[in-house]
């Protein structure tokens, strides 16, 4: 079986998640399982320094709304300056991975003896 | 229904906000705790009805403690003295002058106080006449009701005086005047400021002919 | 470890934080557990299997604490209380140098429609009754006829003491009252600003009326309509026409 990934870049998914919707925190610890088939499953509390530094950046806003069950819940949303951000950190992530694939992929094993 | 959740910055920076604009408020409404001396020179305009007015000259007065400052526009003459204090600059004397009608001469005094001990007497004014050479500065003074009455006299020349558009201004401060002191207690006690009256203020050409004279 | 020690141990690192905000972060994680709990319910797990479940994915929550203490820096909550503490001081100042006594006649010279309603003297209490409405900006203050009536000359008692009887029969007395111009000077007492000229000479009383307002007298000619004031301020001429009612007067 393969090893579970740890958490990297989790400010990078965290802000692409709310690109899609905004979200509470357990919601966006659901959606990270499902979209990476369970690859990133990171500890629960965990979650909410990030979402914290994010708002005290200004990448994030949060607000209160009444859950079904009648409790208020806090929901984030995507800022402008946060979608600016998300977009950068994307391109860098994908020239970085781009970068990792083409090394790897010129480290061709030798076939037969 | 969505309730909008503040950082610490913004809520800080929020109530700097509110804090500054009611500071200002409270400023523009009981003119006290202003920033710059300028801010009481306005408001002496305001008060006056006299319009925006320019700063002809200003003094420090080390003896009263105060920044006496002379400005003017075409109708009006403004003298205000000006000091600070923990809650900002304030301004307890100011006096006015309407010059708006042809006249050779125009004045008017001023008792600046650093309200406990010393007053001086500031006549300011404004020399229309080309003749007019000096300005002498009369009036009476008494410590107190039963001490004897003083005859202050000071004099200013036209090289002295301030140009300004055109136009000639002068400001002639007189002595620190005293108050009254009585024993109490066998130290001595302030018992009023003094009297000041009969203030007049008289134009003299080069030969000392009188060519015109206010009582203010 | 259940959800209230598990928040409990998370606060206990929030120093420098609020109450405010240690609660807020407190109600955040506990929906969060009791939205795990209520999933891991609603798929068949009782209640104590749910909650042991969910503590075991919540991780260190000290760690949680520390993380979340560094983004709550002591700055910010200084330049609130500082802002705070100058509104304090901007409160006592507004209940301590103001004079409410001054405000109170300001606006009620202002705005009341007869705000004289007492004189010292009773021979001029008819003007309760003569109400007008006048007014003209000198500057930073507003004088206001607010009544204005025809009395006999001989009605006033005190000719000669400081002014000589006029020749005229009748006089018009006039209520002059002052306020502030602006809204902003509420709390400056106003007072006359100087002498006006009037359609004939004047003769102050120094009578107070109700909050400082004082009368003038002014000789007439039978008939007359009104009364003028002249004030020259600055380069302008202001004037007030004051009108004046003969009704009942013999």
Redesign the interface.
């Known amino acids: 079986m393969a090893k579970k990934q740890s958490i990297e870049h989790t400010h990078l998914l965290v802000l692409s998640l709310l690109a899609s919707e905004d979200m509470y925190g357990y919601q966006m610890i659901v959606e990270l399982a499902r979209r990476s088939d369970h690859t990133f499953e990171m500890k629960e509390g965990t979650l909410y320094p990030v979402l914290h530094g994010l708002e005290k950046d200004g990448l994030v806003e949060a607000y209160q709304q009444e859950a079904p069950t009648g409790r208020m819940r806090k929901y984030y949303h995507l800022t402008r300056k946060g979608g600016a951000v998300l977009k950068d950190e994307k391109e860098a992530w994908e020239r970085y991975a781009g970068a990792v694939n083409a090394v790897l992929n010129c480290g061709i094993l030798p076939v037969g003896g | 229904m969505k309730r909008r959740i503040w950082t610490r910055k913004r809520k800080a920076l929020s109530l700097t906000a509110v804090t500054l604009v009611l500071f200002f408020l409270f400023q523009y409404t009981y003119g006290i705790c202003l920033m710059h001396p300028v801010q009481a020179r306005w408001e002496a305009e305001q008060f006056y009805g006299c319009g925006s007015t320019e700063r002809i000259c200003h003094v420090w007065d080390g003896a009263v403690g105060q920044h006496v400052t002379l400005s003017s526009n075409e109708h009006a003459l403004l003298l205000i003295g000006t000091y600070s204090t923990l809650s900002g600059w304030s301004c307890r004397d100011r006096d006015a002058v309407d010059c708006s009608e042809a006249a050779p001469l125009y004045g008017g005094t001023l008792r600046l106080s650093d309200g406990a001990v010393e007053d001086v007497v500031y006549a300011y004014g404004q020399v229309n006449d080309a003749a007019i050479d000096k300005i002498q500065l009369s009036f009476c003074f008494a410590a107190n009701e039963t001490a004897p009455t003083e005859t202050h006299i000071y004099l200013t020349d036209a090289e002295d005086w301030h140009e300004h558009n055109g136009q000639r201004y002068f400001l002639l401060r007189s002595d620190a005047l005293m108050p009254a002191y009585a024993p109490l207690n066998g130290r001595p006690y302030q018992i009023n400021q003094g009297m000041v009256w009969d203030c007049t203020l008289t134009a003299l050409n080069q030969y000392g002919t009188v060519l015109a004279e206010i009582k203010t | 470890m259940t959800p209230r020690q598990?928040t409990d141990r998370?606060t206990a690192c929030l120093q420098g934080l609020s109450r405010k905000?240690r609660e807020?972060?407190r109600?955040?994680?506990d929906?969060?557990m009791?939205?795990?709990i209520?999933?891991l319910l609603e798929l068949g797990y009782d209640r104590d299997l749910a909650e042991k479940r969910t503590m075991a994915?919540?991780?260190?929550?000290e760690?949680?604490g520390r993380?979340?203490r560094?983004?709550?820096p002591l700055r910010?909550?200084l330049?609130?209380w500082c802002?705070?503490a100058?509104?304090a001081v901007?409160a006592a100042?507004?209940i301590t140098?103001?004079s409410w006594r001054t405000v109170w006649w300001n606006l009620h010279f202002r705005l009341a429609d007869n705000p004289v309603n007492r004189y010292e003297m009773q021979t001029f209490a008819f003007l309760r009754e003569h109400p007008v409405d006048v007014r003209m900006?000198?500057?930073?203050v507003t004088v206001r006829a607010c009544a204005a009536g025809i009395m006999k000359t001989a009605d006033y008692p005190y000719w000669g003491t400081w002014e000589d009887k006029p020749a005229t029969v009748h006089v018009a007395a006039v209520t002059l009252c002052t306020y502030s111009?602006?809204w902003?000077?509420?709390?400056?007492p106003q007072y006359f600003p100087g002498y006006f000229r009037w359609s004939d000479r004047a003769y102050s009383t120094g009578c107070d009326a109700t909050g400082g307002a004082g009368v003038t007298m002014i000789p007439v000619q039978p008939g007359q309509t009104s009364v003028t004031a002249v004030y020259?301020?600055?380069?302008?001429d202001l004037t007030m026409e004051i009108p004046l009612s003969w009704e009942g007067v013999t």
């Open positions: 598990y998370v905000e807020a972060i109600q955040e994680l929906g969060h009791e939205d795990h209520c999933a994915r919540m991780g260190d929550p760690e949680v993380e979340m560094k983004l709550y910010w909550l330049v609130r802002a705070m100058v509104c901007l100042l507004l140098q103001v900006e000198i500057g930073g111009t602006e902003s000077d509420l709390s400056t020259q301020h600055y380069g302008k």
